[in-house]
């Protein structure tokens, strides 16, 4: 749904459960700031109300800071709004060959100025870490739930039909939009041409902003919404449940039946509908959970908790896998064993629509996070195993160096980038075996210590 940065790249600082619940975006996308580490994954995004404050304007050759006139800006700023300009000048013949008339061209670059804390915000990402835990202390916390219960309540009718149009949970929808927009609190305001046209210019990800900059220029010319009410995050993620230009012209639909598609207004109707037709897209299962909570029998195959390793609830049953309840976990489909904080933390069976909002986010705590705060939302109760709150989330330069040390030990890790996936996970289940501890894969800070 959302742009996937390279490292998985967690952007969006987890705030505290407070009154505004500042929306949640663990996606690998340029919207975050914090990293969200679990098992040693890099898993949510959202912008850090930390970032670091240095200059992250592109670098202009040749020019020379001098003293601006008081009330002018930078000379380094003026420059880079003059090669801005020269750039939408470029670009517009190139958007009218795909499609965009002048005169919306025209009207949506009008007033449109170079952004340096767009660019800003897209180096910083990856800058702090948080734990899945501290991560989902704030997703699903009882303010998040409250508020989402009220929502659902007001919005009922309304999600009842979304619910028999696509066959997705109203929950789960309420719990996208919860955790995107804090149920439509904290939309974005940035304008989304602006963001999306300074990111295009920047060389980092041209391609991919240009792509989603001609996409917003469609909706522009379709009449969805006018230029200046179009607006969202920093990265281009739209109104309620933050849609990507592309995901909105591919998935969003007119649910009102007034002609428009309006994720934007304060009716989140449209958005509703076009969250649960997306998850419908990619094989929502009706009544399927997207996971529920188990307890692993001492003694278990780590190696058994893999994504790749399916099975049915009857047969990891008979493997000692079982519900919180003691009981065998009913037969919702082929479920593979998820920990995403190694043995000491909770256990997940987990089924097809885990996979399905993963689509939404690629991200493994955004995923869990949508689907516990809906499990709460239909009154089920919290997670009830223990987390190694007594860990922190690596550092960037921690993950780098203990996939150095890892390869250095004939565990190899195939990439130094410090994004823990799954080849640096069995890395560290290989170095685990070698030296006597449970082979789970959580690369946490004793295992760097030991790797030291």
Do not use: C
């Not at 289940?429 to 894969?441: C, M, T």
Request: glycine share 10%.
């Amino acid at each position: 749904m959302r742009y996937f940065g390279a490292a998985i790249a967690a952007i969006f600082l987890t705030q505290g459960a407070d009154a505004t619940e500042a929306s949640k975006r663990p996606m690998v996308r340029p919207d975050m700031g914090a990293t969200v580490v679990q098992a040693g994954l890099i898993i949510a995004p959202t912008t850090s109300a930390f970032a670091v404050e240095r200059s992250l304007r592109p670098r202009l050759r040749g020019v020379v800071r001098e003293a601006a006139p008081a009330g002018a800006p930078p000379v380094e700023l003026a420059v880079s709004n003059a090669r801005f300009e020269a750039w939408v000048r470029a670009f517009r013949p190139r958007a009218m060959s795909q499609g965009i008339s002048g005169a919306t061209f025209d009207a949506a670059f009008r007033g449109v100025r170079y952004d340096p804390d767009v660019i800003k915000r897209d180096r910083n990402q990856s800058e702090f870490s948080k734990t899945l835990w501290e991560y989902l202390d704030s997703a699903a916390s009882d303010v998040r739930v409250a508020n989402g219960k009220a929502a659902l309540a007001k919005h009922r009718a309304t999600l009842d039909r979304i619910e028999a149009r696509y066959g997705v949970d109203k929950e789960v929808v309420a719990a996208v939009w919860g955790l995107e927009s804090a149920y439509g609190t904290f939309k974005g305001s940035s304008d989304l041409v602006g963001s999306l046209g300074t990111l295009a210019f920047d060389a980092r990800r041209a391609k991919f902003f240009e792509q989603q900059l001609i996409a917003a220029l469609q909706i522009l010319q379709a009449g969805d919404v006018a230029p200046r009410g179009m607006t969202g995050s920093w990265a281009g993620a739209m109104g309620h449940t933050q849609f990507m230009p592309t995901s909105y012209l591919d998935y969003a639909v007119d649910f009102t039946g007034d002609g428009k598609r309006d994720i934007w207004g304060d009716d989140p109707t449209d958005a509703l509908a076009s969250t649960a037709n997306y998850l419908a897209k990619f094989g929502w299962v009706k009544g399927q959970p997207w996971g529920v909570e188990v307890r692993v029998p001492s003694g278990f195959d780590y190696a058994l908790a893999n994504r790749k390793i399916m099975k049915s609830p009857a047969q990891w049953g008979a493997m000692g896998i079982k519900g919180m309840d003691g009981q065998t976990v009913p037969n919702h489909g082929q479920a593979s064993i998820l920990l995403p904080a190694g043995a000491k933390g909770a256990a997940f069976m987990i089924f097809k629509n885990f996979a399905v909002i993963e689509r939404y986010n690629t991200a493994d705590a955004y995923v869990i996070g949508v689907g516990h705060l809906s499990d709460r939302l239909k009154g089920k109760p919290a997670i009830q195993s223990d987390w190694p709150r007594g860990d922190r989330a690596l550092k960037f330069a921690e993950r780098k160096e203990m996939q150095q040390l890892l390869t250095a030990k004939g565990f190899d890790t195939k990439k130094i980038d410090g994004k823990i996936g799954p080849l640096t996970i069995e890395a560290v289940r290989g170095f685990q075996r070698s030296v006597g501890l449970v082979p789970d894969g959580y690369a946490s800070l004793d295992i760097l210590k030991r790797l030291r």
